[in-house]
């Protein structure tokens, strides 16, 4: 099962671009990666996800790296609501069944 | 859309007392999971349904929990008897399936004390 590997926590000035990392050395070839986020006392909340080409949507931009074994979500311009704790997902299949196993994240802080 | 919905939002009950959590999912969703958070575990899923059917409960950590999908926009997970260790926030997560990707969408969250 692929495992991902984030860093507690980080910080970020506001209007700064916030750069998240991830490592998921273990990720399959057909295995997606996800980012969700979760501010205090709310529930998880999906960004992007990919599979091998960069993403980018409203919220974020997901870069992977052309061998798959890591990647970074890129808030461009943080602010104080960005403040959570970000989770990266690669799915992974237990007894036949696809989930999406949630690890601890990383907490980050968006400085005014 | 309203989005997943969950009731109660708060529940605070005494050991012993059969506890019952409420999710309505997504209109048109056909895959429902529940999960509990606490700050020792994590987020941990606990189980999910597809079509109403559930597919994996090994998350469900004992008989005292039970699940139930009497139809698509509507599911229970009740806890009886409860314990003190069962304090978390639980959560209630929809899907489509059917295509590739796994994007669930949470509800707000129960969050529960059992004294």
């Known amino acids: 099962d692929a495992k991902t590997t984030q860093p507690p926590s980080m910080d970020c000035a506001e209007g700064r671009a916030a750069n998240l990392p991830c490592n998921h050395s273990t990720i399959s070839g057909n295995e997606y990666v996800y980012w969700y986020r979760q501010i205090h006392s709310q529930g998880p909340q999906y960004i992007i996800h990919g599979l091998k080409n960069n993403e980018t949507n409203e919220m974020a931009s997901l870069i992977i790296t052309e061998d798959r074994k890591s990647s970074t979500l890129i808030l461009p311009h943080a602010t104080l609501r960005d403040t959570a704790v970000y989770y990266c997902i690669v799915r992974v299949i237990i007894q036949g069944a696809q989930k999406l196993v949630f690890g601890q994240g990383t907490r980050l802080t968006i400085n005014p | 859309d309203a989005g997943v919905i969950q009731s109660p939002r708060h529940e605070v009950t005494e050991m012993g007392q059969e506890v019952t959590l409420r999710c309505k999912p997504i209109?048109?969703?056909?895959?429902l999971f529940w999960y509990r958070q606490t700050m020792m575990r994590g987020l941990e899923l606990l189980i999910y349904?597809?079509?109403?059917?559930?597919?994996?409960d090994s998350g469900m950590p004992e008989d005292r929990f039970s699940a139930k999908m009497p139809n698509a926009s509507f599911s229970t997970l009740k806890i009886q008897p409860s314990e003190p260790r069962d304090s978390a926030v639980y959560f209630c997560?929809?899907?489509?399936?059917?295509?590739?990707?796994?994007?669930?969408?949470f509800g707000p969250g129960t969050r529960l004390l059992v004294l």
């Open positions: 997560a929809s899907r489509l399936t059917g295509i590739r990707t796994e994007t669930q969408y």
């Open positions: 349904f597809n079509n109403n059917v559930p597919i994996d």
């Open positions: 209109s048109g969703h056909n895959s």
